[in-house]
């Protein structure tokens, strides 16, 4: 099964990917493959156990943060709009630019809360769980514990939003 995933989503992944960012085909590869490999774990882990959307839009999502990431260690960016003539940019493409400034600092801000807060904050507003079942998958006593740490949680999210700006 894992081998038909793998080769079936190759193909428009690769186009996907060298339309949008800077790596070579290799590089591409590896993303893919270890793409593939993260989505059979978290099945295997039932990390995931429900899609809401289809398997290669999420296939493609895990993908495109591995290359983000990749992208960031090697200090390199995709094609941004300080490299197109201030002239060419149309009022959209700014406002796009602005909402992707704002989620790569609500995902760096995401990244220095600690591990519980970050997965509470996902399973909550991503993944759209209960807090009952937050509860039972994080092993707390109940949904109110879940609740009150969440708003904590939030708390510190938005110091640590605030703090940089």
């Known amino acids: ?26 590089a591409l590869l590896d993303v893919y493959q270890d793409a593939v490999i993260i989505l059979y774990q978290n099945v295997v882990e039932e990390k995931v156990t429900e899609l809401r959307s289809t398997i290669s839009t999420y296939l493609f999502g895990i993908a495109k943060n591995l290359i983000l990431k990749k992208l960031r260690q090697q200090k390199r960016t995709p094609l941004g709009l300080d490299e197109i003539s ?18 790569h600092q609500m995902r760096q801000a995401l990244n220095r809360l600690g591990d519980a807060c ?22 707390y006593k109940n949904a109110n514990t879940v609740k009150a740490q969440k708003h904590r949680c939030m708390k510190q999210l938005e110091k640590e939003i605030g703090s940089r700006r």
């Open 1 to 26: 099964m894992v081998e038909r995933l793998y080769r079936q989503h190759r193909p428009s992944f690769l186009a996907w990917a060298r339309r949008h960012y800077p790596l070579n085909e290799e």
């Open 86 to 103: 201030e002239v060419a940019v149309a009022p959209q493409f700014v406002q796009r630019s602005d909402q992707e400034d704002q989620q």
């Open 118 to 139: 970050r997965q509470i904050l996902e399973f909550f507003y991503y993944y759209e769980y209960s807090l009952e079942v937050i509860a039972e998958r994080m092993a």
